[in-house]
């Protein structure tokens, strides 16, 4: 049977960047690699259409398929004080994932080879995985190669100390005269009204004068029902937005953990975990893209390196441990959220808030940073973090 380099289970965010970054690697004394792509068809395994946003530096490898990129920002306190920035040279972007996912597929080069069926189970071995996957026909289908990369949704986050869930409902809102301000993209509106732990807040993706993503976000630990999200878009299009007689064009919702649970993306000899279910996504914030981008990346220069290409978690030791006491102070409700979260926008650049939360920064920035954030509370929470630590781990759920 044939064996390929590399076999990609799931073609989302994470599996798609991969197939299309090693799709031009070179192994060691044998050219491009053989990569199988596997994913199901259009059904309740697939993922929803989403939208993606991120930022970067200038110019980036997906800049051909945006759908929108703003170079200022703002975050909107309770009070209603707003700072808004210019970020170049960053920007944010906003990609859709049909366009990423048709520009990727057409795109692919003859090394990929894509399969519509859905895997059942993964056998690990010495020189080799074998993949077990079934067609739409019903028809089994199994395929072998050297490295399994995995990007299946985890059933259940990791055991953890402390899990939130950022949970959102997001509009894409159609108004009868000009509305938004296209220039600028609202990262935060924190006018909201706050859960008792947690924060919640509105974000505004303005596409033209008269479209925009508006979404409603909480960090908490449970998700609201359809007529909770509802209530909260509409109250936060309403009283707080000023929208009147606009026209919802399409709507998009999501869940997704942030965990201070330790993610493995070695689970066999041949066999990874990638993309959210490998740990990409930032705990404090729930961005997941950028770590996506950097965890291909490090896989595929292994793979060139003839080295085991174990996907690394893509986020520094340090800010996973900061995110910790963050999601902690949090969930206790020892933080205001709402009052941290303006803070941190109005007291520093917005540019080094950006490349901390994008594991950028320099430590001493980091240090800088903190100081004007809530002290106390954060303290507290670091000092009760380090009594737990000395108690057994957490069990998985
Ligand atoms: C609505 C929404 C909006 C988001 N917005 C942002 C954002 O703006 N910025 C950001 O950074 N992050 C965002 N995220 C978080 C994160 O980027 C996404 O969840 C992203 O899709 C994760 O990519 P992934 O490839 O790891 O997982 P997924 O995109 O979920 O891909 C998993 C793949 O596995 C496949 N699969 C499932 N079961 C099987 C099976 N049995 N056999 C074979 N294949 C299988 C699925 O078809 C899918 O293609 C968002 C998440 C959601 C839910």
Same mark, same amino acid.
């Given at each position: ?24 690697? #070179? ?54 004080? @707003? ?5 170049? +040279? ?14 990727? @597929?057409?795109?692919?080069?003859? &090394? ?10 993964? $056998? ?27 990007? @299946?949704?985890?059933? %259940? ?35 909201? +009204? ?15 004068? @008269?479209? %925009?993503?508006?979404?409603?976000? $909480? ?11 509802? %209530? ?27 965990? !201070? ?6 689970? /066999? ?5 990638? /993309? ?27 793979? $060139? $390196? ?14 996973? #441990? ?23 926008? %109005?007291? &520093?650049?917005?540019? !080094? ?16 940073? /903190? ?27």
């Amino acid at each position: 049977m044939r064996v390929f380099d590399v076999l990609i289970v799931g073609a989302g965010a994470a599996g798609l960047t991969l197939a299309h970054t090693g799709a031009g690697a #070179a192994l060691p004394g044998a050219g491009a690699p053989e990569i199988a792509l596997l994913d199901p068809p259009v059904g309740a395994a697939r993922p929803k259409d989403r939208t993606w946003c991120f930022w970067e530096h200038g110019a980036g490898r997906w800049d051909a398929v945006l759908a929108a990129r703003w170079d200022r920002l703002s975050v909107v306190a309770p009070s209603g004080a @707003r700072q808004e920035r210019a970020t170049g +040279p960053l920007s944010y972007k906003m990609l859709r994932s049909r366009d990423f996912t048709e520009h990727v @597929r057409t795109g692919l080069a003859p &090394n990929v080879h894509p399969c519509t069926a859905t895997v059942t189970a993964i $056998e690990d071995g010495t020189d080799h995985a074998t993949v077990h996957a079934s067609r739409p026909d019903g028809s089994e289908v199994r395929l072998r190669a050297r490295w399994v990369f995995d990007s @299946r949704p985890l059933p %259940a986050p990791p055991a953890a100390r402390t899990t939130l869930l950022q949970h959102f409902r997001g509009w894409f809102v159609r108004t009868g005269e000009d509305a938004f301000d296209p220039g600028t993209a609202v990262l935060m509106d924190l006018r909201t +009204p706050q859960p008792r732990a947690g924060v919640s807040f509105g974000y505004l993706l303005p596409l033209s004068s @008269r479209d %925009a993503l508006v979404e409603y976000t $909480e960090f908490t630990r449970e998700v609201l029902d359809d007529a909770g999200y509802d %209530a909260a878009l509409r109250r936060y299009t309403g009283r707080v937005l000023g929208l009147e007689g606009f026209t919802v064009t399409a709507s998009e919702q999501g869940v997704i953990p942030m965990t !201070d649970g330790r993610f493995r993306t070695r689970v /066999g000899r041949r066999v990874f975990r990638l /993309g959210a279910a490998g740990g990409a996504t930032r705990p404090s914030t729930g961005y997941t893209f950028s770590g996506i981008q950097r965890q291909a990346a490090a896989v595929v220069r292994a793979l $060139e $390196e003839g080295r085991t290409p174990v996907p690394p978690i893509p986020h520094r030791r340090r800010h996973l #441990a900061m995110d910790a006491v963050l999601l902690r102070a949090l969930d206790t409700g020892r933080l205001d959220g709402a009052d941290f979260f303006a803070r941190l926008f %109005a007291r &520093n650049d917005m540019r !080094d808030v950006l490349d901390f939360l994008d594991g950028r920064s320099a430590f001493t920035r980091e240090l800088a940073m /903190g100081v004007t954030t809530p002290i106390a509370p954060m303290a507290v929470t670091a000092l009760e973090r380090a009594l737990l630590a000395m108690r057994p781990p957490p069990r998985a759920p």
